[in-house]
């Protein structure tokens, strides 16, 4: 198949999981189109399948805000012309839902057909999505879509909760490479930032309101008083000066790091012993995912998909979100000695299940039955 990405490049999740999803689909020997405005993170290697189309978005002093919406449709208008797509498969439903439809109807015009895939990542519908500046373009597009997913079952029924949508939505979950993402021998790393043998705690995120990180470092704060402990916290954002004065305030500053965007997560989370996910939301929590696959147990919020990816009293703890005395609790738990190997063991296990040789032919099967449809539709 010939098909076109288009996703946000940056290191947040849907980005991420679009980058992937591209690189997977081209080893296998589909012909990935990215269709961007900046090449993603993650697209770093040579492939003679994939193929890279930046959204071009000139500014005018009339415009207060570029028109990249407009720029992008007309990217995709062409991607499919001149590379002949069978499909386009958008990421995060915000602008590229409608960026998407608008294509479509402008190929329509053309005599040409094209199917859009959307695929829902979280924010787009749980945060954004429902505000009433997008809440009408945002269900539009879901309904006009010829095929939508959404990362996991509570994202699904959000979806359909939060909108009037008229249409079947497919779960398709987050996946990872456990050729990339697992535990590599690191142990000079974890002398150097555990010394005298504490444990490592690590938290991930783009450092957003929504990741709740303050809870994060207040458990870490309350564990430490009880089992010599250090956090790594990587990624940044805008949480990321007020977190720093937390820790200053706390007094902690000398036992946290913050580590910023890094590309080699998987070294770090190599050397943790546990990770922290006390999100207010999270459809699904690919950064979790990831740790899993490098042996990490996980304390989580019970927020969103978490559920469905943590399982309780197995691969780590779930607490209501905000209950920070309940993680710390669990996470001496799990810290404990004879029990630390057990939840390795298990994290790796339930990582397993979301290899990407297992998810990728479900997105396969289900562009398969997208085209099937579509062709019925035209003819
Ligand atoms: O976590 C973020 O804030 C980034 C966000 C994104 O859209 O890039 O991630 C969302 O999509 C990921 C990939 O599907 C999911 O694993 C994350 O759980 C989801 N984030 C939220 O729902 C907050």
Known sequence: MKIGIVCYPTFGGS????????KGLAKSGHKIHFITYQQPPRLDFFNENVYYHE?????????????????LAS???????????DLLHVHYAIPHASAAYMAKMILRSQGRFVPVVTTLHGTDITLVGKDASYEPVVTFSINESDGVTAVSENLRQETLDTFSIRRDIEVIPNFIDLDRFKRLRKEHFKTAICPNGEKLIVHTSNFRRVKRIDDAVMAFYKINKQVRSKMLLVG??????RIEK??????????????????????????ADLFLMPSENESFGLAALEAMACEVPLITSNAGGLPELNVHGVTGFLSKV??????????LFILQDDNLPVFKHNALERAKQFEISHVLPQYEAYYEKVLLESREKVF
């Open 246 to 271: 937390l820790c200053r305030d706390l007094d902690i500053y000398e036992d946290v790091r913050f580590l910023g965007k890094l590309d080699a997560v998987e070294e770090v989370l190599s050397v």
């Open 236 to 241: 940044d954002g805008p949480e990321r000066a």
């Open 55 to 71: 959204v071009n978005i000139p500014t005018y002093p009339l415009f207060q805000f570029p028109p990249y919406e407009t720029a």
């Open 322 to 331: 905000g209950d920070v005395d309940d993680m710390v609790k669990n996470a």
């Open 75 to 85: 990217e995709m208008v062409s991607v499919v012309q001149y590379e002949n797509l």
């Open 15 to 22: 980005g991420v999981v679009a980058t992937e999803l591209g």
